[in-house]
Structure formats: structure tokens, C-alpha cells
């Protein structure tokens, strides 16, 4: 699977961004997919993920009430619909999938397979 995320930029505080994740070489159907993000020499943290039937949602409490995770299967996308957003949203942002991610396991990012190369998203006035 080859993932491409797309859709970052810059953007003021407050304002808003839709981040892609596009998969090629596999159907994103039955996999669970997350968005983690990094700041240089920090760790990567998990975002937010949905599940393989989609029926699971998870968000990092930083975030919630402000990003929307979505899929179309259509499309083989998941998008992250990024509202309100603060300087410390600020980061590269990463899709990941994976066929061992299940429910329990789908904050820990060594739980993911494949990886796309990242977005970066600055929140800057």
C-alpha cells in the first residue's frame, strides 16, 4: 500500500484545513487508518484513527470537538477535516494503515504497517 497525504499548509489561528490521504495499490476497505503528527525531533503522536469497519472513531483529547476523521471507500481517501486550529496543532502530519491495526491498538503507531510521507501544517499569524 502507498499512501500520499496531501492538503497542509498555512493558516492563521482559528482557521481551517482538510488534510487527504490517498492509498494506491491496495483498497483502503477493511483497514483501519490514522493520522499521527511529529514535530522535529519530538515523537510521533497519534491524531486520530477510524477503525477497519469504520464504526470505531478515536481522537486525541487535544483535538476532539475540532477534527473530523473521515473515509470514502469511493475514493480510497481518509480525510482529517481540521477546524479551529491553534499553534500547537502545528506539525508534519502522517497517514498510516495497517492490516494488524485493530480497535485496541489503533493510537500506537508501531501497530502501522505503511505510511505516507507526510503533510506539513503551520498555524501561524
Known amino acids: 500500500v502507498q499512501l500520499q497525504a496531501s492538503g497542509g499548509g498555512l493558516v492563521q489561528p482559528g482557521g481551517s484545513l482538510t488534510l487527504s490521504c490517498v492509498a494506491s495499490g491496495r483498497t483502503l476497505r477493511g483497514l483501519a487508518v490514522a493520522w499521527f503528527r511529529q514535530i522535529p525531533g519530538m515523537e510521533r503522536n497519534f491524531v486520530a484513527a477510524i477503525d477497519r469497519n469504520s464504526a470505531g472513531i478515536r481522537y486525541t483529547d487535544s483535538v476532539k470537538g475540532r477534527f473530523t476523521i473521515s473515509r470514502d471507500n469511493a475514493r480510497n481517501t481518509v480525510y482529517l477535516q481540521m477546524t479551529n486550529l491553534r499553534p500547537e496543532d502545528a506539525a508534519v502530519y502522517y497517514c498510516?494503515?495497517?492490516?494488524?491495526?485493530?480497535?485496541?491498538?489503533?493510537?500506537?503507531?508501531?501497530?502501522?504497517?505503511?505510511w505516507g510521507l507526510g503533510t506539513l501544517v503551520t498555524v501561524s499569524s
Open positions: 498510516a494503515t495497517g492490516p494488524s491495526v485493530i480497535t485496541s491498538n489503533l493510537q500506537n503507531p508501531s501497530a502501522y504497517a505503511y
